[in-house]
């Protein structure tokens, strides 16, 4: 980077920019940099619910990476293969990402909950020759039943254990411990593909966001600038190795910057245990679903000594102002909240040159042209809800946003057609630049010729003390075409009630426009997530199409 400090967000929005080499590889180039410079520099710090730890520095991930990478080319594997990790939070992961990067294989991150139909279709769509994976019944189980199916998978490996029919991943320590740069037709390129990403929309098969090489260095804005971390501090971000948002907090940006990741390999996310890492191992920047700060603000915060944590931020998905209040006062942390996706890095974000705004997004990222556009395709001025677009892509293409879909064995760029990238995500701004999430652009209400973003009204319900979570989506209605149902979590110590669907319906009445008010209130025991901590909107809207015809509007479950 020419300049690593700035004097202001404009400072920093006109004047980021990155300087790289053609064959820039984050394994060689940050990695085995690092462990050159400090070799006893802490990379990892690792912990699981069994009581067990381990410290790694950049020597050890340098030695062990170079090992996975010896025995991975000894079995074939080269550059441009793709291989799927299903590995958790397992120390693993981080050892045979960077050595998978150093070959120029291609990383495919995948979930411990993927089915054998799951598993199938991502074999054959991305072509896999090779899965990793944890020692879990439930995903062997499943990695066995697909393998007849696909073809092109010649190997399994299994981390820590022996099995007949998969190699023993732990094999690895037994090869040399120095891999040098390929060169030649191996040779790595910052344009090459590293990584992909299994990205599921509303409709269809999950599409494979592709990313190259340049993508790590896409999330220096990511850690340093919005996460904050600190050289040689200890980042925290929650996430399983299965999603983006590892990529985005575990490793990348993060080692960039200098700061170690704290991986804590739970079983289940219990709040009190998470908190008692953090304060155990004094974590300096902490980033989490906004789910996991809905449960922290539910704990006695003051039993927990937090006082190592230096900044708090969070993603996935809007943060509720009243969940940013209480955090507030509990902990005396200001939660930054940012938004990007699988395809891309932190597109904006709550950076350090500004107060974050409870409920807003931020501003944007200097290495995305931003632009909100309507229906009819202008630019919305202040006020005006738009799709979040990205735009000038032909004139500059940020390090970190995907270089297309992979698809047929290429990468397909259809989606910059006109040099734009379109999110699919609807916001406004406000006169200050700052931007506001409403929801995804198939998520918007449409309510008697009324717009209701969801994420308004949510934000409305949460401030109720009877509310733990919530969930806004649209419910069919035969006369208004759709109407506002809040599917809710009571906190404790609240039973569901009539009585208390009219208080919670008063509320938001009185709080936002009384038109926006949830018509339907449904009380449940959970709501679905996906593992890094997401609400399955998706999944709640198909069971209300479902449940239309068989039950009378605007009455409470």
């Known amino acids: 980077m020419e300049r690593t400090e700035f004097s202001s967000y404009q400072d920093f929005y006109d004047n980021y920019k990155l300087n790289y080499p053609d064959n820039f590889n984050f394994g060689f180039d940050i990695a085995d940099e690092w462990a050159m ?4 520099k802490i990379a990892l710090v690792w912990c699981n619910d069994a009581g067990e730890e381990h410290f790694f520095t950049f020597t050890d991930i340098k030695r062990g990476s170079a090992q996975i990478a010896n025995m991975l080319t000894e079995m074939g594997v080269k550059k441009g293969d793709h291989i799927l990790l299903i590995l958790k939070r397992r120390y693993e992961y981080w050892l045979t990402a960077v050595a998978l990067h150093k070959i120029g294989a291609i990383v495919i ?9 799951d598993l199938v279709y991502r074999n054959n769509a991305a072509r896999i020759k090779m899965i990793i994976s944890v020692n879990e019944p439930y995903a062997i189980a499943q990695v066995e039943a697909s393998r007849p199916d696909s073809p092109s998978l010649t190997a399994c490996g299994l981390a820590g254990a022996e099995r ?4 023993n991943f732990s094999n690895y320590l037994a090869y040399p411990d120095v891999f040098d740069r390929p060169k030649g037709k191996e040779a790595v390129y910052a344009r090459d593909m590293m990584l992909t990403y299994f990205t599921s929309g509303t409709t269809g098969m999950p599409k494979m966001a592709a990313h190259d090489n340049t993508y790590p260095l896409g999330h220096i804005t990511t850690a340093k600038y919005w996460q904050r971390v600190q050289n040689n501090g200890l980042h925290l971000t929650v996430s399983d190795s299965g999603w983006a948002k590892f990529g985005w907090g575990k490793i990348y940006g993060q080692w960039i910057a200098g700061s170690a990741v704290m991986a804590y390999d739970m ?27 809905r449960y922290f603000i539910k704990e006695d915060l003051s039993r927990f000594d937090l006082s190592g944590v230096k900044h708090a931020s969070t993603a996935g998905e809007p943060l509720n102002p009243e ?11 200001k939660i930054h909240d940012g938004f990007g996706q699988s395809e891309s890095s932190v597109i904006m974000a709550a950076f350090q040159w500004f107060e974050p705004k409870p409920g807003s997004m931020g501003k944007p990222s200097p290495l995305y042209d931003i632009d909100l556009i309507g229906e009819e395709g202008h630019s919305c001025p202040v006020g005006e809800e738009g799709e979040i677009i990205v735009r000038n892509l032909d004139k500059h293409f940020p390090e970190g946003l995907l270089k297309g879909y992979f698809q047929n064995g290429r990468v397909d760029t259809d989606c910059f057609k006109g040099g734009i990238y379109h999110t699919g995500d609807v916001a406004w701004r406000d006169v200050n630049g700052c931007y506001w999430f409403v929801g995804r652009t198939d998520d918007v209400i449409k309510c008697s010729g009324y717009r209701i973003g969801p994420f308004e009204v949510e934000s409305a319900v949460m401030e109720h003390p009877a509310v733990l979570e919530c969930a806004i989506t649209a419910y069919p209605d035969e006369i208004r075409g759709q109407i506002v149902k809040a599917t809710i979590v009571l906190a404790q110590g609240y039973e569901p009630s009539g009585a208390l669907v009219k208080e919670i319906q008063e509320h938001v009445k009185k709080t936002t426009a009384p038109y926006k008010y949830p018509r339907r209130v449904e009380f449940v025991s959970e709501l679905p997530k996906t593992l890094g901590g997401k609400i399955k909107r998706a999944q709640i809207k198909r069971e209300n199409e479902e449940r239309a015809g068989l039950e009378p509007r605007d009455q409470a479950d």
Do not use: H, R
């Open 109 to 117: 991150p995948g979930s411990v909950q993927l089915t054998a139909k």
């Open 267 to 293: 079983d289940k996310f219990i709040p009190s245990k998470l908190l008692n890492i953090v304060e155990k191992y004094k974590v300096t920047t902490f980033c989490a679903p906004p789910t996991m700060y």
């Open 323 to 333: 969940v940013f209040i209480q955090f507030l006062k509990a902990t005396g942390l």
């Open 164 to 167: 007949e029919g998969w190699f």
């Open 37 to 40: 410079l400090e070799p006893e």
